[in-house]
C-alpha cells in the first residue's frame, strides 16, 4: 500500500488564528470561565480539547453569564449577535476569520449601494447566517440553480452575488453560472470569496484522487470544506471517506496493494492525521509520499481586543503574525517517512 499525503491539507490561516486566540485567552483569563459562542471551529477533537480545557461552548449569547468573557469562533457572527453581547456587558474577543469577514464588509457596502445580494453558500450555515445577518433585507441565499425562480428581484441591472467561502469551486461555478444566464447584468464580487485555503485543498485532491484507488478526508461532518474534498474526489471517481480519525478506519476499505490519498479539511488537527498513517503503515506496511501541490504563505493577525490586552499585560507575541506550515512527516510521528513529490511531477502521466 502506498499512501499518499496532499500537501496542503488540514489548518489554515484562519483557524490556526481562531484556536490561537482561545489559547491565548484561556492563559491571559486562567481562572476565569471562557465561553466561545459556536464551535470555534467545526471539528469535534478541537472542540472537545478545548472542553476538557475547560472551555464552555454556547449557542445562543443569553448563555453567557452577564459580563463573562465570550470568544466570537471563526465562521464569524451577525451584528444582532455582536449587540446582544455589548447589551450583556460581555467582554468579547472576535477571532471571526479576516477572509469571512472580508465577506461581510462586501455585503454591508454592496446593501448600502441599494444592490440586492444573492448569498450562495448553505443557508444553516454558521457562515451564512452571520454574513446574511449584515444586511438581512437585501440578501437572499442561494442554494443550488433550483432556487432561482424563487428569488424576488426588484432591478435586475443592481444585483451581485457573494459566495460562501467554503463551496466546492465546481458547485459554485455551476450556480454562478445558473444565476448568470437568469440575470445577465449580475455584478461578480471585487475579488474571489472562495478562499485560499478551500480552492488550494480542491485543488489538490483533483491533482492527486485520480491516480488513487481511495480518498481518505480527516474532518468532522460538519465541515463544510471537509465535505466538499469527499464530493471532488467522488466527481473525478475516485472513491472517498470522510472520517474524525483512525477509530473510524476500517480495514475493510483497503487492498495491499492500494494507492490511498490522504487529505484534511481546514479544521482538522494533523496529529489525527498522522495517527491514520501510523495505523496504516502497521497494519498494511504502507509507504509514504507526500505531494507537494501549492505552498501557502497566508499570515493573519490576533485579532485587536486580544492584541490589546496582551499588551497591557506586557504578554509578548501581541504583534506576531499567525502562519501554518507545513508540518514535518517524521518516522516517529507518522511511522515512515514520506517521499517527497514536487508539484511539477504532477504533470506527468501517473505511474
Ligand atoms: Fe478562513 Fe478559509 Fe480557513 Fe475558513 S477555511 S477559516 S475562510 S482561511
Known amino acids: ?193 472562495i478562499c485560499y485555503a478551500t480552492t488550494n485543498r480542491q485543488q489538490a485532491v483533483r491533482a492527486i484522487a485520480p491516480s488513487c484507488d481511495l480518498t481518505i478526508v480527516v474532518g468532522s461532518r460538519n465541515s463544510s470544506n471537509s465535505v466538499r474534498l469527499t464530493e471532488i474526489s467522488k466527481n473525478g471517481g475516485t472513491d472517498a471517506r470522510l472520517v474524525d480519525d483512525v477509530s473510524e478506519i476500517d480495514a475493510a476499505w483497503f487492498k495491499p496493494n492500494d494507492r490511498v490519498m490522504l487529505t484534511a479539511g481546514a479544521s482538522a488537527p494533523e496529529d489525527l492525521v498522522a495517527a491514520i498513517c501510523r495505523a496504516l503503515v502497521d497494519r498494511f506496511g504502507a509507504t509514504l509520499e507526500q505531494w507537494d501541490v501549492f505552498d501557502e504563505d497566508v499570515e493573519f493577525a490576533l485579532p485587536g481586543a486580544l492584541r490589546k490586552e496582551m499588551k497591557r499585560r506586557g504578554v509578548p507575541g501581541a504583534d506576531d503574525r499567525v502562519r501554518v506550515s507545513a508540518s514535518e512527516v517524521t518516522p516517529e510521528a507518522y511511522g515512515a517517512v514520506a517521499l517527497t513529490v514536487s508539484a511539477s511531477k504532477l504533470d506527468r502521466p501517473a505511474e
Request: charged share 25%; with cysteine.
Open 1 to 193: 500500500m502506498k499512501i499518499v499525503l496532499a500537501n496542503p491539507r488540514g489548518f489554515c490561516a484562519g483557524v490556526r488564528m481562531a484556536l490561537d486566540v482561545v489559547d491565548q485567552v484561556l492563559d491571559l483569563f486562567e481562572g476565569e470561565p471562557i465561553y466561545v459562542y459556536h464551535e470555534i471551529v467545526h471539528n469535534k477533537h478541537v472542540v472537545g480539547r478545548f472542553r476538557d480545557r475547560g472551555v464552555t461552548f454556547v449557542e445562543a449569547i443569553d448563555e453567557v453569564p452577564k459580563g463573562a468573557i465570550v470568544v466570537f469562533s471563526a465562521h464569524g457572527i451577525s451584528p444582532a449577535v455582536r449587540q446582544a453581547a455589548d447589551e450583556r456587558g460581555l467582554r468579547s474577543i472576535d477571532a471571526t476569520c479576516p477572509l469571512v469577514t472580508k465577506v461581510h464588509s462586501e455585503a454591508v457596502r454592496y446593501a448600502r449601494q441599494g444592490y440586492q445580494i444573492l448569498l450562495v453558500g448553505h443557508a444553516d450555515h454558521q457562515e451564512v447566517i452571520g454574513t446574511r445577518g449584515e444586511a438581512p433585507d437585501a440578501i437572499q441565499v442561494v442554494e443550488s440553480p433550483e432556487d432561482i425562480p424563487n428569488l424576488v428581484i426588484d432591478d435586475p441591472a443592481r444585483l451581485v452575488y457573494l459566495t460562501q467561502t467554503t463551496l466546492s469551486t465546481d458547485d459554485a461555478g455551476v450556480i454562478i453560472d445558473a444565476l448568470k444566464k437568469a440575470f445577465p447584468l449580475l455584478k461578480a464580487p471585487p475579488s474571489e470569496d
